[in-house]
Nanobody, 126 residues
């Protein structure tokens, strides 16, 4: 069992930056792939970023590539999502997730992640 707690959400103006954190506890954290997703009311949860357990590989959708950066500190059992040049369409509830399966490619679908945090709201205003 892995418990995930997100923090760092809030309100920011368009063009600004915000860093989200996700603290993990429970089973071994360093052997997991960690992902970030976001969701707005009435829509499906959307993949935002993922990082392998070593931090050597990351993946992003085109909508955030170049603006968002995922990183992790296994010693602190924490994964981060640095978001720059924020846009109003980045407004959403952001979730971190944990995948402990061995995979060839980085998982980008919600069904591939077993553990989820409770989410943190981010609001970007114009």
């Amino acid at each position: 069992q892995v418990q995930l707690v997100e923090s760092g959400g809030g309100s920011v103006q368009a063009g600004g930056s915000l860093r989200l954190s996700c603290a993990a506890s429970g089973r071994t954290f360093s052997s997991t792939t960690m992902g970030w997703f976001r969701q707005t009311p009435g829509t499906e949860r959307e993949f935002v970023a993922a990082i392998t357990w070593s931090g050597g590989r990351t993946d992003y959708p085109d909508s955030v590539k170049g603006r968002f950066t995922i990183s992790r500190n296994n010693a602190k059992n924490t994964v981060y999502l640095q978001r720059n040049s924020l846009k109003t369409e980045d407004t959403a509830v952001y979730y971190c997730a944990c995948d402990q399966s061995l995979r060839v490619s980085i998982p980008t679908m919600t069904s591939m992640y077993k553990y989820w945090g409770q989410g943190t709201q981010v609001t970007v205003s114009s």
